[in-house]
């Protein structure tokens, strides 16, 4: 009777957006493996979680539309055997929350988020919890990451509290690099605090909470420090394992004794390929614990993008710290169609065979193709396994580097690719237009054949500008060139807009407005014109300005123009409020107009009233569905699985799975 609840909780959430007419697009494909995986921040607690011996993976996952806390089970049995068994598909035990970590006291997990304890974690997740008897408030400013777990630090007897607190306060956001590209605020502050039970074990009372030094400095990470607390090197006493808000991880030997800790320096942790031992994204989780029952303690880390992933150790000491194998990623019997997180689906029939695959971004950086094997009029297709594109040899994945993000160095590892697919340079074969976290336009060449598309390096997108390139208001990245350099994350489509059998580009300029960058034949050769802003507000338009509502995530408050004959700005933010527009185009209520939409709660449509004098006008009809999946972008993209001529929508939320809706006009 256990799972019915967690069964039920599944049903009822697939049951909600079905009733909606929004559902979430399943491999349908028997025997596939995938990556394991949860929506946007997985946080894995290890556990015996079905009580049947062997350890199963329950992981905690609080964005949107996914929020809840899953169990995958472990039907392989004993991982002394097994280290990497294939998970059974996710179940839904409860609700999820930020912050949340898994500690061992006497061989039982002990579930903790900030100054709360879920005694009955077994039996109904994170629904029932217990204050626990300690201010919450552990650090003075304002923080991120705030992480919990249980240990006896001192080796008393009694259970204390750490806590790894992520002050933002010198950092701040974003926009703070001078003009060579060097980050002018500080770093992120990770610190970890003890606070010591001076009670009992059944009535525990907390001393006032104390920062953990290392030698005569405080412990720090660079944020994220999800600390582990557990003797690493054998010698009897608890060391401390620290993760990061990036991808690495930092270890302090305790030098002291069990009762009495002190903390040597942090050292980097390395891998046994001589490299540091790094997670493939951010915002890394490490839970301690002896994964393959082998007497050392191995680390299973969630990632950004929802995956989980086990790290053995190896045995082996460097710099006396512990030396662990590269993270390998545990797999999951197929279910619901996921591309890391913060998906950026197109439809296109990419190996020519004629159905519809889907191309998508991400958060990482990469691009997919997630094949369509039912071939063309099947409405449920049978998906296979992403496949990350490659150029030139290489996957494709631009990330931003210590200076690419105007959010700063923090976000060293995201790439945030938004891409469409079309004939870019006339030759009969479809190639890929890209845009990603450094508001670079860029195109990839097919060299390859329409049914084996083979991508070359990437080449710039240029514009032949009517004198000096516009910049951005902020930031220190200059136009290089006629190179195209314009607001990041924000889809690059690539169409024919005017009809005239030339591949155009219409997406946002540097200021935020929708422009339309014509294609025109100069001397035999293909060249882009200068923007222009004739994407205009219908006249007559008496629908709400819903791009307001699409903005409100991203606390923009500078005003959008939705007003009558006015251009599109469908974003007048700055810096890291700026971008983030996620579009399709294409005619949705086949009028015979090409249509616009527009990432929202789901996405709107903005559809074209009319056109003159080289103009068209745009109304915006609100939201296609009352479904919000909306966390970060919803990206909007079309498509025709059942082949009746009707494009239907596919949005790509921030849990990276893939929600289909049925348009209207169909029957």
């Known amino acids: 009777m256990k799972f019915l609840q967690p069964l039920l909780l599944a049903c009822l959430c697939s049951q909600a957006f079905a009733a909606d007419g929004l559902t979430a697009l399943k491999y349908n494909n028997p025997g596939l493996v995938v990556d394991l995986g949860v929506g946007l921040w997985a946080w894995p607690l290890p556990m015996d979680f079905d009580g049947d011996g062997d350890l199963d993976l329950v992981v905690n996952c609080p964005d949107k539309p996914y929020n809840g806390t899953y169990f995958f089970e472990n039907a392989s049995g004993d991982t002394a055997k097994n280290k990497m068994p294939v998970f059974k598909p996710a179940r839904r035990i409860s609700s999820g929350k930020q912050n949340v970590q898994v500690s061992y006291v006497d061989g039982r997990p002990v579930v903790l988020s900030p100054g709360r304890e879920y005694p009955d974690f077994l039996k109904t997740g994170l629904e029932h919890e217990k204050k626990l008897p300690v201010d919450a ?17 001192d080796g008393d007897g009694n259970q204390d509290l750490i806590v790894g607190v992520g002050d933002w306060t010198e950092y701040g956001w974003d926009n703070a690099y001078n003009e060579n590209g060097r980050w002018m605020n500080g770093p992120i502050r990770g610190y970890v605090y003890v606070l010591r039970n001076t009670g009992t074990k059944d009535k525990p009372a907390y001393d006032k909470p104390k920062k953990l030094m290392a030698t005569d400095r405080p412990v720090e990470t660079f944020g994220w420090p999800s600390p582990n607390m557990a003797d690493f090197d054998g010698d009897g006493d608890l060391d401390l394992l620290c993760g990061e808000f990036l991808d690495g991880f930092t270890y302090f030997q305790n030098t002291g004794t069990r009762t009495l800790p002190k903390y040597a320096l942090g050292v980097r942790l390395k891998a046994d390929t001589g490299r540091y031992l790094t997670m493939d994204l951010e915002m890394i989780t490490p839970t301690a614990i002896d994964w393959d029952k082998d007497g050392d303690l191995d680390l299973i880390c969630g990632d950004e993008d929802g995956r989980v992933a086990f790290i053995e150790n190896t045995g082996k000491f460097e710099n006396k710290a512990p030396v662990y194998a590269e993270p390998r990623y545990f797999q999951q019997e197929a279910d619901q169609v996921k591309f890391g997180a913060l998906a950026t689906p197109v439809g296109f029939d990419w190996d020519g065979d004629g159905d519809m695959d889907i191309i998508c971004g991400n958060t990482a950086g990469y691009v997919g193709f997630i094949e369509n094997l039912s071939g063309k009029g099947v409405e449920q297709p049978k998906w296979a396994a992403p496949v990350r594109l490659e150029a030139e040899g290489k996957v494709i994945r631009p990330m931003a580097g210590p200076n690419g993000s105007i959010q700063g160095p923090c976000e060293a590892k995201w790439g945030y690719t938004t891409q469409t697919v079309a004939d870019w340079d006339g030759d009969g074969l479809p190639d890929l237009m890209l845009n990603s976290i450094l508001g670079k336009v860029v195109w990839y060449k097919n060299i390859g054949t329409r049914s084996k598309p083979k991508l070359a390096a990437a080449q710039p997108v240029e514009v032949e500008w009517d004198g000096p390139q516009p910049t951005l208001a902020y930031g220190w990245l200059r136009p290089e060139g006629k190179a195209l350099l314009t607001q990041w994350r924000t889809t690059p489509v690539a169409v024919d807009w005017n009809k005239d059998g030339l591949t155009d580009l219409v997406m946002l300029d540097q200021e935020g407005y929708l422009a339309f960058f014509e294609r025109a034949k100069q001397k035999g050769k293909l060249v882009l ?30 005003p959008v123009a939705m007003k009558p004959g006015e251009p599109l700005r469908l974003n007048a933010g700055l810096a890291g409020k700026s971008g983030r527009r996620k579009i399709c185009i294409m005619d949705w209520d086949q009028d015979g107009k090409i249509d616009i939409l527009l990432n929202s709660a789901n996405a709107n449509f903005l559809r074209q009233t009319s056109s003159s004098d080289g ?22 993209t079309t498509v025709d699985f059942n082949a009746d001529g009707l494009p239907d929508f596919v949005g790509g939320a921030e849990d990276g799975h893939l ?5 209207p006009k169909a029957k």
Not at 138 to 150: L, S, T, Y
Not at 659 to 663: D, E, M, P, V
């Open 659 to 663: 929600y289909y809706l049925k348009n």
């Open 137 to 153: 408030k552990v650090h003075p400013n304002k923080i991120r990451a705030d992480m919990w777990r249980m240990v006896d630090y």
């Open 529 to 558: 014109k200068h923007p222009q802003r004739v994407l205009c507000a219908a006249s007559d338009a008496k629908a709400p300005g819903l791009i307001d509502k699409a903005l409100e995530h991203m606390k923009v408050k500078t």
């Open 615 to 636: 103009k068209w006008f745009f109304a915006d009809m609100g939201l296609l569905i009352d479904t919000n999946i909306e966390g970060h972008d919803v990206s909007p």
